[in-house]
């Protein structure tokens, strides 16, 4: 089980975001992917293993993590990183999701 | 371009039954596992199912429990999920995604609704 938090947060642009993903039982962190989705549209792939970034993804965002506590760091938050954050574990369950909202 | 085309979905009755189908383009299919993940409205991303490339290897949720057929056809380059058995919990968007580094899901459809309701 992959349980995400805060459920919500609110931040402003400029701003720093910290995403938690625990895991139980641990997880190899090798198998600990990060995505991004925005109302209607498909999830996309952001980190995966832990802490490598996708194809394309901006280095402002980073994953860290092993074992059962994950991270994702948005470093400065643009206007288009408002969105929903999911972690998945093992390419199959996902967590609950974390909504990054404007404040 | 690489990909994923989801089509199929559409209102069906409670216990009836639905084929979706995933067109790939860009890739060779039969080079990756693939996978099916759903998403209620307003809800979160659920996984549903895996297929190996050769589609000898099939995993489910436990959800499923024997209502979904997963399969595929490299020489067509698609994907399906096939439904039977349908309750109103089965209302949802229908990803189909490609598995590749490290079992992450690096292409995504842009989803097809099933809708479920008398």
């Known amino acids: 089980v992959l349980t995400q938090s805060p459920d919500t947060v609110s931040l402003s642009p400029g701003e720093r975001a910290t995403l938690s993903c625990r895991a139980s039982?641990?997880?190899?962190?090798?198998?600990l992917a990060w995505y991004q989705q925005k109302p209607g549209q498909a999830p996309r792939l952001l980190i995966y293993g832990a802490s490598n970034r996708a194809t394309g993804i901006p280095d402002r965002f980073s994953g860290s993590g092993s074992g059962t506590d994950f991270t994702l760091i948005i470093s400065r938050l643009e206007p288009e990183d408002f969105a929903v954050y999911y972690c998945q574990q093992y390419g199959s369950s996902f967590g609950g999701g974390t909504k990054v909202e404007i404040k | 371009e690489v990909q994923l085309v989801e089509s199929g979905g559409g209102l069906v009755q409670p216990g009836g039954s639905l084929r979706l189908s995933c067109s790939a383009s860009g890739f060779t299919l039969n080079n990756y596992y693939m996978h099916w993940v759903r998403q209620a409205p307003g809800k979160g991303l659920v996984w549903v199912s895996r297929i190996n490339n050769d589609g000898f290897s099939t995993t489910y949720a436990d959800y499923v429990q024997g209502r979904m057929t997963i399969s595929r056809d490299n020489a067509k380059n698609t994907l399906y999920l096939q439904m039977n058995s349908l309750t109103a919990e089965d209302t949802a968007v229908y990803y189909c995604?490609?598995?590749?580094?490290?079992?992450?899901?690096?292409?995504w459809g842009q989803g097809t609704m099933v809708t479920v309701s008398s």
């Open positions: 039982p641990s997880v190899n962190s090798n198998y």
């Open positions: 995604a490609r598995e590749n580094m490290l079992d992450s899901f690096d292409i």
